[in-house]
């Protein structure tokens, strides 16, 4: 580990990606109503995390090529029709790494992400993608900041 949160975050694994930002808008920010509104903020959010594993390791440069050309762009569209606030793709540096690459998509709540994946057309990207292998992961964030 190479500081105290990798040291307490064991096992802990480094992954060498590259990122590529399709939509980055504000996350809201709700003042505190208890104290001073500021110099503290509060914003909160849901975040859905796509790990994707590949059935044939052959088909990597062609999904990757899919995914960042063709689906992201489509998929940015009626990401922020539904309320969706950033759209991340990370793809892995390395070859033989578990999953080829990373999607993070951040809603104002839960309701929003339900309207995007509810209207959601399926595409190519899952015909390459190993469904007992790929992960999806939800989660609810609140983040407090201090200027």
Known sequence: PADTFQEKAEPYMSWATTEYVYLDGELPVVPLTLNDAFPTTRSGFHKT???A?????????????????????????????????????????????????????????AESAHRYFSARERDRLEDWMDPDSTLVLTSQTEMIGIP
Do not use: C, K
């Not at 690459?101 to 809603?107: K, L, N, R, S, T």
């Open 49 to 51: 995390t796509l790990l």
């Open 53 to 109: 594993a590949l059935r044939d390791q052959r088909d990597r440069e062609t999904f990757i090529d899919y995914w960042l050309n063709d689906h992201a762009p489509r998929a940015t569209q009626r990401q922020q029709e539904a309320g969706a606030l950033r759209y991340v793709v990370s793809i892995s540096q390395e070859p033989d790494e578990p999953f080829v690459g990373m999607a993070e998509i951040y809603f104002d709540g």
